[in-house]
T-cell receptor, first 114, second 117 residues
Framework: KQEVTQIPAALSVPEGENLVLNCSFT??????LQWFRQDPGKGLTSLLL?????REQTSGRLNASLDKSSGRSTLYIAASQPGDSATYLC?????????????FGGGTRVLVKP | GAGVSQSPSNKVTEKGKDVELRCDPI?????LYWYRQSLGQGLEFLIY????????KSGLPSDRFSAERTGGSVSTLTIQRTQQEDSAVYLC???????????????FGQGTRLTVV
């Protein structure tokens, strides 16, 4: 059974510092890995999707890497801003699973202090 | 529509009552998923639809939970005889396709917060 872990559960940084968020998984046979952002009381916003054949994806200040052999993905957010404060979740889908249902980590709650 | 739409956004119901939660996916998305987010359990998968059929119902927690999808579009999640442990945020997501598509990014709605009192 795939297990997804995000450590730390919470993180506080001063504005301008780079953020490094970790996601680890136990089964390297993944299909896609997706990073989401969730604001309090809101749904999930997709940030980046990495296919299993890819090593990284970039969008603006965000960069996500994937290392299947070590079972890890890292989300980097450059030059953090107070608006980056949210909970960040990683989620994996497995091959041959019906559809692409996602298994989620517990999330990292980020606070960027002005 | 422009995004995944869920209604109602909030629902308070008395224990033992039935509730219906609605999801309207992104137009053209054939795959639809229901997830539940609760304090102690994180985000957990409930059911997956491809078109109007549900090939994976493995996450439904009990037979009080059911879901249907009609016209390959709108889906309704029904919880019968609600219990306090059903209190959670119910999230719906859609994507372009199901099995066999490697690039199937999931887009989520804002969720329905269900409180059973």
């Amino acid at each position: 059974k795939q297990e997804v872990t995000q450590i730390p559960a919470a993180l506080s940084v001063p504005e301008g510092e780079n953020l490094v968020l970790n996601c680890s998984f136990t089964d390297s046979a993944i299909y896609n890995l997706q990073w989401f952002r969730q604001d309090p009381g809101k749904g999930l916003t997709s940030l980046l999707l990495i296919q299993s054949s890819q090593r990284e994806q970039t969008s603006g200040r965000l960069n996500a890497s994937l290392d299947k052999s070590s079972g890890r993905s890292t989300l980097y957010i450059a030059a953090s801003q107070p608006g980056d404060s949210a909970t960040y979740l990683c989620a994996l889908s497995r091959p041959r699973a019906a559809g692409n249902k996602l298994t989620f980590g517990g999330g990292t709650r980020v606070l960027v202090k002005p | 529509g422009a995004g995944v739409s869920q209604s109602p956004s909030n629902k308070v119901t008395e224990k033992g009552k039935d509730v219906e939660l609605r999801c309207d996916p992104i137009s053209g998305h054939t795959a639809l998923y229901w997830y539940r987010q609760s304090l102690g359990q994180g985000l957990e998968f409930l059911i997956y639809f491809q078109g109007n059929s549900a090939p994976d119902k493995s996450g439904l927690p009990s037979d009080r939970f059911s879901a249907e999808r009609t016209g390959g579009s709108v889906s309704t999640l029904t919880i019968q005889r609600t219990q306090q442990e059903d209190s959670a945020v119910y999230l719906c997501a859609s994507s372009l396709g199901g099995a066999g598509r490697r690039n199937t990014e999931a887009f989520f709605g804002q969720g329905t917060r269900l409180t059973v009192v």
